[in-house]
């Protein structure tokens, strides 16, 4: 079963709005990655924050991190049609081996 | 930056053949890790290698091995392919000692394969 769930599945909003996309995940965690994939390419890393943080900063992204409810939130704050893509949360489990979750397939609308 | 290389965008095959798809790191890397992405499943993990010639199952082994010969590279064999094997292919590399395992990986861009 996956790691990582994304909620919701996909979001769709105009430009200039914010968007808020979440993470759960099941079991204890180092930390906690976002990823973004623009349709057919790669994941890109965007953001790691560690279990002992809660928040965490880059450019238009904050991402918070709540280890009690074992949950995570991503937000991009005034959005722009670039920023159409999915975004995956991550989570290490042994060796290093990431587990992912389904992603949220963000659309933002010029 | 970081630059991991799959050697095809789109590839066709057809069932039965043996398939092998390539990836290449130009970063030193140690671990190397290839994935299948599915519509609903998300990004499975298939193999992963921590260093030359040595490799690990990940979530789904099944029809699939893998080499690893040289550090930069790492493949991945199709033994026979079935249409079950039709998915995206994304290769990642991470640098590889203990401290760095929670760094994150890097990506090629996939390959998207069709097994007809």
């Known amino acids: 079963s996956q790691q990582g769930e994304e909620d919701p599945q996909a979001l769709s909003i105009q430009e200039g709005e914010n968007a808020t996309m979440n993470c759960s995940y099941k079991?204890?965690?180092?930390?906690l990655q976002w990823y973004r994939q623009n349709s057919g390419r790669g994941l890109v890393h965007l953001i790691l924050?560690?279990?002992?943080?809660r928040e965490k900063h880059s450019g238009r992204l904050r991402v918070t991190l709540d280890t009690s409810k074992k949950s995570s939130s991503l937000l991009i704050t005034a959005s722009r049609a670039a920023d159409t893509a999915s975004y995956f949360c991550?989570?290490?489990?042994?060796?290093?081996?990431?587990?992912f979750g389904q992603g949220t397939i963000l659309t933002v609308h010029p | 930056d970081v630059k991991v290389t799959q050697s095809s965008r789109y590839l066709v095959k057809r069932t039965g053949e043996k398939v092998f798809l390539e990836c290449v790191q130009d970063?030193?890397?140690?671990?190397m890790f290839w994935y299948r992405q599915d519509p609903g499943l998300g990004l499975r993990l298939i193999y992963f290698s921590y260093d030359v010639k040595m490799k690990e199952k990940g979530d789904i082994p099944e029809g699939y091995s893998v080499s690893r010969e040289k550090k930069e590279r790492f493949s991945l064999i199709l033994e026979s392919a079935s249409t079950n094997q039709t998915s995206m292919y994304l290769c990642?590399?991470?640098?590889?000692?203990?401290?760095?395992?929670?760094?994150?990986?890097?990506f090629g861009d996939g390959t998207r394969l069709s097994i007809l």
């Open positions: 970063m030193d890397h140690e671990n």
């Open positions: 991550a989570t290490i489990t042994s060796y290093g081996k990431l587990t």
């Open positions: 990642a590399s991470r640098a590889g000692r203990r401290a760095l395992w929670g760094q994150p990986q890097h």
């Open positions: 924050i560690r279990s002992n943080e």
């Open positions: 079991t204890s965690i180092n930390n």
